[in-house]
């Protein structure tokens, strides 16, 4: 090191990072301390020697050097990050969550510390939860919720477990034989919680507790209308637009007594009729049934302004996006008529019910498509290749638009997406308007039909969609046909050994002959609530999709569903030379178990072996399976 001994601290430095990026750590780590030799407080000379030792696997020594960078400058946000990342990896959450809130105070819109976070959160246990102080987690979650670049789904439970932990026993008594509930002091607390009423506006409520008190909430909302002063009903107007926005989320999933009907009728009788906008009724009617459902009242509300935002909020959501999504469903093309049967009675379904309604979605920082595919299959691994640095993508069955705009995140990646539901591809097209997203182009178009493209793709997504088609193998045939040679394809298909209780639920509905009408839905799950033990139907129950009509509709009455077996894949994929990488989507909890059951299975891809786990572990794939596959 003496020819380096005349270099200054800066020229150190600059050699160091440049032997540390050609991997050449032991004469980088050498040159870092003849840096802070000189200078002890040289922020990134510590900052890089901590990341060596981290990457190295001597954590304390990391610890240490990034611990040093906070005393000297307690804004330096990279050391707060990797701080978080070491005790994630030892185990040590609390600290994990405390190191990025600390660097979020810094910096509250810096998405490397908060997309980190929230996917920190997303794994956190209710176990976690109860050994920590909820009012910090509430703090946390508060931020989240306020964000609308957060996908809110997965932090639902959590939340939920912190609004829940307000309860005792005798409040949950309170809540299932009190009819007053509205005058009850604790109710009128939670009315009034900010992250009770978030929940209500960014997350669909999938719990049978809190939907029973919702569902008496608002017919007590309803009655109130009728008191003289409606002191109650204004004290709480955020609370009830909170609950409007609610149920437009579940799609009005809640049963309305015959009453109730007869006072909504004479409530939006009054809106249409009477000149001056009254938002108090306009609020309760929207917590009992569309607004976009009266053309006069679009017509009054259209151009409405209020002084309440969350009103306004309301009629964007329930009016003006919907004007836009029937704008939208115009300018469409459509590559064909859809001619099959099925994929006719399938389309029917969805341009009723476009399915997912779905609110918020995280907004991924760009990344190469490889790079996204290994963190998905890890922990197996696929070679760099520059073909994929720029791919063309297919998202086969895009529904309301998550696949797609999920995918954008795929750096110079260009995206076609295509979908049997006009109704649903207006939906995504109006998000992905929404979050200024460029790279993709949408398209009404059937699966059989895409030969008609002429066009060949590097990736091809197709998540819970052949399983819905007459032949899912004549639709992966053509997928396969239209996929370049050592392309990547992405399939989720259900599983025959994790929907044993949705085919139960089918079965029951079959033999009570309810039809796929929103009312027998309605009635259908009440059913489902009171018979849940009888019918062994917890995990449908506990589940989101059963609290919108249109997932119930999706996992019950589905028109056309098929299920598959391990070894039914691996024939198919075997029929198709397909080459399998690996599960994803999978809890880190699943996946290290079946190491440890497994641990010559390195790659974690013997499908052998992943059918022997899921029959000792019949839940693992209660979503579906979804996996990638290779072209050979």
Same mark, same amino acid.
């Given at each position: 090191?003496?020819?380096?001994?005349?270099?200054?601290?800066?020229?150190?430095?600059?050699?160091?990072?440049?032997?540390?990026?050609?991997?050449?750590?032991?004469?980088?780590? !050498?040159?870092?301390?003849?840096?802070?030799?000189?200078?002890?407080?040289?922020?990134? +000379?510590?900052?890089?020697?901590?990341?060596?030792?981290?990457?190295?696997?001597?954590?304390?020594? +990391?610890?240490?050097?990034?611990?040093?960078?906070?005393?000297?400058?307690?804004?330096?946000?990279?050391?707060?990050?990797?701080?978080?990342?070491?005790?994630?990896?030892?185990?040590?959450?609390?600290?994990?969550?405390?190191?990025?809130?600390?660097?979020?105070?810094?910096?509250?819109?810096?998405?490397?510390?908060? /997309?980190?976070?929230?996917?920190?959160?997303?794994?956190?246990?209710?176990?976690?939860?109860?050994?920590?102080?909820?009012?910090?987690?509430?703090?946390?979650?508060?931020?989240?919720?306020?964000?609308?670049?957060?996908?809110?789904?997965?932090?639902?439970?959590?939340?939920?477990?912190?609004?829940?932990?307000?309860?005792?026993?005798?409040?949950?008594?309170?809540?299932?034989?009190?009819?007053?509930?509205? !005058?009850?002091?604790?109710?009128?607390?939670?009315?009034?919680?900010?992250?009770?009423?978030?929940?209500?506006?960014?997350?669909?409520?999938?719990?049978?507790?809190?939907?029973?008190?919702?569902?008496?909430?608002?017919?007590?909302?309803?009655?109130?209308?009728?008191?003289?002063?409606?002191?109650?009903?204004?004290?709480?107007?955020?609370?009830?637009?909170?609950?409007?926005?609610?149920?437009?989320?579940?799609?009005?999933?809640?049963?309305?007594?015959?009453?109730?009907?007869?006072?909504?009728?004479?409530?939006?009788?009054?809106?249409?009729?009477?000149?001056?906008?009254?938002?108090?009724?306009?609020?309760?009617?929207?917590?009992?049934?569309?607004?976009?459902?009266?053309?006069?009242?679009?017509?009054?509300?259209?151009? /409405?302004?209020?002084?309440?935002?969350?009103?306004?909020?309301?009629?964007?959501?329930?009016?003006?996006?919907?004007?836009?999504?029937?704008?939208? !469903?115009?300018?469409?093309?459509?590559?064909?008529?859809?001619?099959?049967?099925?994929?006719?009675?399938?389309?029917?379904?969805?341009?009723?019910?476009?399915?997912?309604?779905?609110?918020?979605?995280?907004?991924?920082? @760009?990344?190469?498509?490889?790079?996204?595919?290994?963190?998905?299959?890890? @922990?197996?691994?696929?070679?760099?290749?520059?073909?994929?640095?720029?791919?063309?993508?297919?998202? +086969?069955?895009?529904?309301?638009?998550?696949?797609?705009?999920?995918?954008?995140?795929?750096?110079?990646?260009?995206?076609?997406?295509?979908?049997?539901?006009?109704?649903?591809?207006?939906?995504?097209?109006?998000?992905?308007?929404?979050?200024?997203?460029?790279?993709?182009?949408?398209?009404?178009?059937?699966?059989?039909?895409?030969?008609?493209?002429?066009?060949?793709?590097?990736?091809?997504?197709?998540?819970?969609?052949?399983?819905?088609?007459?032949? @899912?193998?004549?639709?992966?045939?053509?997928?396969?046909?239209?996929?370049?040679?050592?392309?990547?394809?992405?399939?989720?298909?259900?599983?025959?050994?994790?929907?044993?209780?949705?085919?139960?639920?089918?079965?029951?509905?079959?033999?009570?002959?309810?039809?796929?009408?929103?009312?027998?839905?309605?009635?259908?799950?009440?059913?489902?609530?009171?018979?849940?033990?009888?019918?062994?139907?917890?995990?449908?129950?506990?589940?989101?999709?059963?609290?919108?009509?249109?997932?119930?509709?999706?996992?019950?009455?589905?028109?056309?569903?098929?299920?598959?077996?391990?070894?039914?894949?691996?024939?198919?994929?075997?029929?198709?030379?397909?080459?399998?990488?690996?599960?994803?989507?999978?809890? @880190?909890?699943?996946?290290?178990?079946?190491?440890?059951?497994?641990?010559?299975?390195?790659?974690?891809?013997?499908?052998?072996?992943?059918?022997?786990?899921?029959?000792?572990?019949?839940?693992?794939?209660?979503?579906?399976?979804?996996?990638?596959?290779?072209?050979?």
């Amino acid at each position: 090191m003496d020819k380096n001994k005349n270099l200054t601290i800066d020229n150190t430095f600059d050699l160091a990072v440049k032997n540390q990026l050609e991997n050449k750590i032991e004469i980088a780590q !050498k040159l870092y301390l003849e840096v802070l030799n000189k200078n002890p407080n040289h922020l990134d +000379a510590n900052n890089n020697l901590g990341i060596i030792f981290q990457k190295n696997g001597e954590h304390q020594k +990391a610890i240490s050097f990034f611990e040093k960078i906070i005393k000297i400058n307690p804004n330096y946000l990279n050391a707060y990050k990797n701080l978080a990342t070491i005790s994630q990896k030892l185990g040590n959450y609390q600290k994990a969550i405390n190191y990025y809130v600390m660097a979020i105070k810094i910096a509250p819109n810096n998405m490397f510390l908060i /997309y980190p976070l929230s996917h920190l959160l997303k794994n956190l246990s209710i176990t976690l939860a109860k050994e920590n102080d909820l009012q910090e987690l509430k703090k946390i979650f508060l931020f989240l919720f306020k964000r609308n670049d957060i996908n809110h789904k997965p932090h639902f439970n959590n939340a939920k477990f912190i609004i829940l932990s307000q309860f005792d026993d005798d409040q949950k008594k309170i809540i299932n034989s009190q009819i007053d509930l509205i !005058k009850n002091d604790f109710i009128q607390n939670l009315l009034e919680d900010d992250l009770f009423n978030l929940l209500l506006q960014k997350s669909l409520i999938a719990d049978e507790f809190l939907e029973n008190l919702l569902h008496k909430l608002r017919s007590e909302v309803l009655s109130s209308l009728n008191d003289p002063n409606k002191k109650t009903l204004n004290k709480y107007s955020s609370f009830i637009i909170s609950l409007a926005q609610q149920c437009w989320f579940n799609e009005y999933i809640y049963i309305s007594s015959k009453k109730e009907i007869e006072n909504i009728k004479k409530i939006k009788n009054k809106i249409e009729t009477e000149e001056e906008i009254d938002e108090l009724k306009i609020i309760i009617l929207a917590c009992f049934e569309p607004l976009n459902n009266s053309e006069i009242i679009i017509n009054k509300l259209n151009n /409405y302004n209020s002084k309440n935002d969350l009103f306004n909020v309301l009629i964007n959501t329930q009016i003006k996006e919907t004007l836009k999504e029937a704008e939208i !469903k115009k300018s469409i093309k459509s590559l064909s008529k859809i001619i099959n049967p099925i994929s006719q009675n399938v389309q029917k379904q969805y341009e009723e019910n476009p399915y997912p309604r779905w609110i918020s979605i995280e907004r991924f920082i @760009p990344q190469n498509f490889l790079i996204h595919l290994n963190n998905n299959i890890q @922990p197996n691994k696929i070679e760099y290749n520059n073909k994929f640095d720029n791919p063309n993508v297919l998202i +086969a069955g895009c529904g309301t638009g998550r696949h797609p705009i999920a995918n954008s995140m795929y750096k110079d990646a260009k995206i076609l997406a295509v979908d049997l539901s006009l109704a649903s591809l207006a939906y995504a097209k109006r998000k992905t308007d929404e979050l200024g997203i460029k790279n993709i182009e949408y398209l009404h178009a059937d699966i059989l039909q895409l030969k008609n493209l002429k066009r060949k793709f590097d990736v091809i997504e197709s998540s819970g969609v052949l399983h819905h088609m007459d032949d @899912p193998i004549a639709g992966l045939r053509v997928l396969h046909d239209i996929l370049e040679p050592h392309g990547f394809l992405k399939l989720g298909l259900y599983s025959e050994t994790a929907r044993k209780e949705v085919v139960k639920g089918r079965e029951f509905i079959k033999s009570k002959k309810f039809k796929d009408t929103n009312e027998n839905i309605k009635i259908c799950r009440q059913l489902f609530f009171k018979e849940q033990e009888n019918l062994s139907l917890k995990n449908s129950i506990q589940s989101s999709d059963f609290y919108s009509l249109s997932s119930v509709r999706d996992l019950f009455f589905h028109t056309q569903e098929h299920r598959y077996t391990i070894p039914q894949i691996s024939k198919i994929l075997d029929d198709f030379d397909f080459e399998f990488l690996g599960f994803f989507s999978l809890h @880190p909890s699943i996946k290290q178990k079946f190491s440890d059951h497994f641990p010559k299975d390195k790659k974690n891809i013997s499908l052998e072996n992943w059918h022997e786990f899921e029959l000792n572990n019949p839940d693992t794939f209660l979503g579906m399976y979804q996996f990638w596959l290779k072209k050979k």
